[in-house]
């Protein structure tokens, strides 16, 4: 059975004479929604162990203790699957994603996600949380991701993601020879007019940042570590091909007529989530989780570094 996740805080000089609704909200960081529902459930919020009202000024020391209740994902069918755990705690669940797998149920698509695989992981364990997936990474694209096991977990690190605060790292094999040791894309992002489901750089766009640097250099194609400052849809895909060095394998932003021949073919985009990076919701410490380089675009490396893909420099007397 799952037992409650409990956040104890305690009352720090500078916020002596708060009200326990600021020190709950400000203090602990608890979003208003999850106040409104915790006001409702009987015992939940306690002051040195005893239940309280919101608006009685607290004193440096005392003891805030808040019970988060359990809840469940009843709407997503559990399904057996290979769940690759790289952390867990009672707060978040990170995983290394594979490619090709969708992150959470969509219309027609019920089944055959990651969400599905991770609730039948917690119930094969007799535990009980609602599926709350923190950001996303696209269908083809392999790596590191976080879900969180509660709504203040969830809470705590989306806010970081909404501030720019959250550091993510990937790794990327593109077409060409990419000169520039390392750089930065500076390229509005929207939706393209004539196809909604792809995205361009355009002036009328949402700013969006991204920066490289090579790892890797072969003739036909590039090994790339990507930072993307901001999060939009597609960015790495678009921004890279931007810069005239679309993926490898990815199918929706290179023209298969020019597709360069000489670099070996994978079956999806060449965009590996290596390292995530955040404040930890409940050590408020800063946390790093990496996950291993997926084994088809580790294959693609190496088939890179054949003697007729390698770039050769030829050696000066």
């Known amino acids: 059975m799952t037992e409650p996740t409990k956040l104890t805080y305690v009352v720090p000089p500078e916020q002596s004479g708060w009200k326990l609704r600021s020190v709950l909200?400000?203090?602990?960081?608890?979003?208003?929604?999850?106040?409104?529902?915790?006001?409702?459930?009987?015992?939940?919020?306690?002051?040195?162990?005893?239940?309280?009202?919101?608006?009685?000024?607290?004193?440096?020391?005392?003891?805030?203790?808040?019970?988060?209740?359990?809840e469940t994902s009843d709407t997503i069918l559990p399904q057996p699957m290979d769940i690759e755990v790289i952390h867990e705690d009672d707060y978040l669940l990170i995983v290394n994603k594979p490619a090709g797998l969708i992150v959470h149920p969509t219309v027609g698509h019920y089944t055959n996600t990651m969400a599905n695989g991770i609730v039948h992981y917690w119930q094969a364990k007799g535990e009980s949380y609602k599926f709350r997936p923190i950001h996303r990474l696209d269908q083809d694209t392999s790596g590191v991701i976080a879900v969180a096991k509660n709504g203040y977990a969830h809470q705590f690190v989306s806010e970081q993601f909404q501030k720019g605060e959250v550091k993510k790292t990937y790794i990327a094999v593109v077409y060409g020879r990419v000169e520039r040791d390392a750089g930065v894309i500076e390229g509005p992002i929207d939706r393209d007019p004539d196809e909604p489901h792809v995205r361009i750089v355009t002036p009328g766009g949402a700013p969006?940042?991204?920066?490289?640097?090579?790892?890797?250099?072969?003739?036909?194609?590039?090994v790339v570590r990507v930072k993307p400052v901001t999060g939009r849809t597609h960015q790495i895909r678009v921004h890279m091909k931007h810069i005239g060095h679309p993926l490898v394998?990815?199918?929706?932003?290179?023209d298969p007529d020019i597709r360069p021949a000489a670099a070996p073919a994978i079956e999806r985009q060449a965009l590996h989530a290596e390292t995530l990076s955040f404040i930890h919701p409940d050590t408020k410490e800063r946390v790093l989780y990496a996950a291993p380089l997926a084994p088809d675009i580790a294959a693609l490396i190496e088939s890179l570094r054949e003697p007729s893909l390698r770039e050769i420099e030829e050696e000066t007397p």
């Open 249 to 254: 394998g990815d199918g929706l932003y290179i």
């Open 25 to 70: 909200l400000t203090g602990m960081g608890l979003s208003r929604k999850l106040l409104i529902r915790l006001r409702g459930m009987e015992g939940m919020i306690r002051v040195n162990g005893s239940s309280d009202v919101l608006y009685r000024p607290l004193q440096a020391g005392d003891t805030v203790e808040v019970e988060l209740p359990v």
């Open 208 to 222: 969006s940042t991204t920066h490289y640097e090579v790892v890797e250099r072969f003739t036909a194609a590039t």
